[in-house]
């Protein structure tokens, strides 16, 4: 998409939105000659404005969508993909791994707290926690998102009694709200068809990606790629895990 492509989504974004171009500018903190320029295609508005844009005209990430796809020839780059973009700019996230350990968005502050300290043990005691606070409070930060975590139970039976205790009635609270559902992978299964995490994002503007994790960053599965094989495997990871209910009742009963 060049930058005509994007102004040609602008345009008709702000025309929904009932708004004038001098409108538009002052909501979008801006000049209305900026966004005359970029309603002409002449150029692209920088990341911020594009931010500030997409929510005056209350495009819920369709227009930024639109803006990174004009400026980089992809709504998401294949790798080093900002998994913070992705969760921001979708209504739910399937997270599926076979690692032992919760997924981030799910993980009490005690919890985090480990993972941190086991993953990255020179930090400074203050760093640790800066971390950890700022993994605890993510998902109060996405009140739209909705999750469905897929993870073996030893991510949990694996820690020390005081972390998971904490986390299993974290992940009750969570279950609770309707947001977050919990699908346990018993003790024994085997996880070898996926030999890292897998997360599938369904944004706001209807589509879906999927990221798995790989040493020089996040790969991105687009529609048309290799996103069914995905999928696929997704599914079959949640057919072998414990339904939500009785997944429930693994956590209440974990010491």
Known sequence: MAAA???ITLTRYRELA?????????????SSSSVCRWEAGKVLPKRKNAELLDKAVTAKGKLFAAWRTAAGGSAFPDWGVDVAELEGASLAVEWVSPLSVVPGLLQSPKYARLVFEEGQPFFPEKELDRLAK??????????DLRVTAVFPVSALTSAPQDERAEQS?????????????VLLIPEGTLLVSLPSPLMVFRLRDGSTVA????????????????LPRLLELVKRFMQSALPHRESRNVLEKLP
Do not use: K, W
């Open 211 to 226: 990221t798995s994790e790989h040493a020089t960053g996040n790969i991105v599965y687009r529609e048309g790629g290799g």
């Open 5 to 7: 492509d994007f102004a």
């Open 169 to 181: 009635a974290h992940l009750l609270r969570l279950m609770d709200t309707g947001r977050v559902r």
């Open 134 to 143: 700022l993994r605890c409070e993510r998902l109060e930060q996405l009140p």
């Open 18 to 30: 009932g708004l004038t171009q001098y409108q538009l500018a002052d909501l979008a903190q801006t």
